[in-house]
């Protein structure tokens, strides 16, 4: 998927469609994220292509039509095992590379795991509100958080005037003092409530996918969580 495109959205090119073709591995999240996967993977021939749903190790945890579970940290693990296994499945002389970097990578994702745990633990307000589409379910449950989106779990869909007028009665009930908007789309909807409601505004990026400037910097998931962390403690008035 190329870098800053909004990920429930995209579609592959011809070209797309022939890189896949020419591939040694072709890994995705799941069906809902990406519709198009088996439509594809249908009209290429692909005898030698290792597939890999890299979701399917946290089936039995996740709700059906909600694909964003890489934002739930001990999930986003399992999806590394997997990712792993389909690597050694290809290059197994390597494994031991493989198996190392996997380890590290992990040893990073509980080290960012657990500071999401404690620094959550002991905050003001407990409800994460998204002007967006419903990306942190996952998140949201594993750290006891209440969380309440504008949109079901795609962001093509329109915002109803009701559904404006609840999230405004949510934030003046709940006397919520910040809210969020999603990465990749303009924060319109956000800065309206926030005009309506005078609360602030702070990013939650969802890393569907990579920003180009991101990209350019170097940023990773890794870092991407860390500041998603950072604005949950600034707008949830956390303190350690
Ligand atoms: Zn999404």
Redesign the pocket.
């Known amino acids: 998927m190329p870098p800053g495109v909004e ?2 959205s995209f579609e592959p090119k011809p070209t797309d469609i022939a890189k896949i073709s020419e591939a040694d591995i072709f890994i995705y999240t799941s069906e809902v994220m990406e519709p198009w996967v088996n439509n594809v993977l249908e009209n290429i021939s692909h005898k030698r292509l290792i597939i890999i749903k890299s979701t399917a190790v946290v089936n039995s945890e996740t709700t059906e039509d909600d ?2 579970v890489w934002l739930d940290l001990t999930k986003a693990q399992k999806i590394v095992d997997s990712i792993t296994g389909s690597l050694l499945d290809f290059d197994a002389p390597n494994a031991v590379l493989y198996l190392n970097n996997s380890k590290s990578y992990k040893e990073k994702l509980i080290a960012l795991d657990d500071s999401y745990k404690r620094e959550l633990l002991n905050c003001k307000n407990k409800e994460i509100i998204l002007a967006g ?1 419903s ?1 942190f379910a996952y998140l949201a449950k594993r750290y006891n958080l209440d969380y309440l989106a504008a949109q079901g ?3 093509d869909q329109e915002i109803s005037s009701k559904q404006m007028i609840d999230l405004v009665k949510e934030i003046k009930e709940k006397k919520i003092s910040s809210l969020y908007y999603e990465e990749l789309i303009d924060p319109k909807m956000a800065q309206s409530l926030s005009r309506e409601t005078g609360v602030k505004i702070l990013e939650l990026n ?1 890393a ?1 996918n990579i920003a180009k400037d991101d990209l350019k910097n170097g940023k990773t998931f890794l870092n991407i969580m860390s500041e998603n962390l950072n604005n949950l403690k600034i707008g949830l008035e956390c303190q350690l």
Request: charged share 0%; glycine share 0%.
């Open positions: 990920a429930h694909p964003h589409h990306a779990f795609s962001p969802a569907h």
